[in-house]
């Protein structure tokens, strides 16, 4: 089997740092975890394992993209394979960016590869993991480090693994979300839809909610109404079936949403606000400096990916839609919800400890 590529920054002290991923989202986090890795003498490399949701060749390539990572080929392994590779290069760390299970699999029975050495285990949680999941914790119970991207999601896990007597620190880390851009004045006439699968997840409120982006662009000739159905165009299809049944009724006239596919950031860049159920559409949209308007009407709560939206300041409704209004969040809700300063980041910081302990022999 073809050893994992990795790429070496020269430099005394060196420490190998593998990441494995499962996922587009977690290719993407892990790339930028790996790019923090910046050390003198670390040398990183990433593995995708083989699941039901493996990106393709392709699609790695495009995350890879300026990153550390670009340019090297991108193995995709299989479970088995993936611990083979453990055992055959023996990283001072690996970075678990998987599912749950996976998580909980892969840290298990990689026990029985840690007879001669002991690497430090980290596992990143999921985009807007509050509240905080026992599950979550409970899969990360052989974990070292377990990195959270925000303030209160590190509170929260802190408290959830003192209440289930788990092993691992908390560290924190910021999600990837893009570079900030300037404030434009100017030229800002799109307003942006952020589909989420499954929400709306009733057939009511898929027409409620493309109406009133229907009524806003024949209201607002100004404004480019958009609706962004992620990175495939295939992505939202109950949103699209509800969309052809509304034109086939003839309830949509010459004035339109259009709807658009890829990157969100290419449809940011001359956004006057973003409109979503939740996601990390919104932290993407803030990150640009876009104002956002996060949707109640089709619930508040984990499946919808909002309730960290709490006390944003971001809630409202279709009549905001329609007329048009976003909003801004608050500060202190901003820096407590991964808006923090990139100085109050302290995950590298831990596996460095953690590695010395490893190499002390301290890591049961």
Known sequence: ??????????????????????????????????????????????????????????????????????????????????????????????????????????????????RRYRPVVASALPALSVPAVEGEWLHRSRVDLVVAHSHREVADYRALGEKLGTRGE?????????????????????????????????????????????????????????????????????????????????????RAPNFRSGPLADQLNRARGLVAAGSTAVLEALTHRVPALVLTEFGVGPRQGNAVFEDSGLFGTLADVRAARFRRPNRDWGERNHFHPPAHEDWVERLHNLHARALRGELS
Not at 170 to 176: H, K, R, W
Not at 226 to 241: D, T
């Open 170 to 254: 908390v560290g924190l880390s910021s999600l990837p979300l893009g570079a900030r851009e300037a404030e434009q004045g100017t030229g800002r006439n799109r307003v942006v839809y952020a589909a989420h699968p499954g929400t709306p997840d009733t057939e009511q409120g898929r027409r409620h909610l493309l109406l009133a982006l229907t009524e806003l662009a024949a209201k607002r000739p100004d404004l480019e109404v958009v609706v962004h159905l992620g990175r495939e165009k295939n992505a939202s299809p109950e949103l699209m079936a509800t969309w052809h049944a509304l034109l086939a009724e003839g309830r949509v006239g010459d």
């Open 1 to 114: 089997m073809t050893l994992i590529p990795t790429r070496r920054r020269p430099g005394p002290g060196a420490l190998t740092v593998l990441a494995v991923a499962d996922s587009v989202e977690r290719v993407r986090l892990s790339v930028a975890m790996l790019d923090r890795l910046s050390w003198p003498g670390t040398t990183v490399g990433l593995v995708v394992v083989r699941t039901g949701s493996t990106p393709s060749p392709a699609r790695i390539r495009e995350e890879t993209e300026g990153t550390g990572q670009a340019g090297l080929r991108v193995p995709v392994l299989t479970t088995r394979q993936t611990r083979r590779l453990v055992r055959r290069r023996r990283p001072d760390a690996v970075l678990l960016n998987c599912s749950g299970p996976l998580v909980e699999s892969l840290s298990w029975s990689l026990r029985s590869v840690f």
